[in-house]
């Protein structure tokens, strides 16, 4: 996986990233947690390090 750097703070994350929104289960259909936990594992397997979260995505679920 190809990493970028962000300079101001040295970190360096994955140019692809993993959105959770779907992750919720409230805006795509129901996602148990055992989905939810696959998904994550998967991309951190893949090398995915840069992931884009919310309090409220799944309504903070």
């Known amino acids: 996986m190809r ?24 805006e ?10 696959d998904t994550l594992l998967a991309a951190a397997e893949a090398g995915i390090t840069f992931i884009d979260t919310a309090d409220i995505y799944g309504m903070g679920r």
């Open 28 to 37: 795509w259909g129901e996602v148990s947690d055992q989905q939810a936990m």
């Open 3 to 26: 990493m970028r750097l962000f300079n101001r703070t040295n970190v360096a994350v994955s140019e692809v990233g993993l959105g959770t929104w779907q992750l919720g289960g409230t």
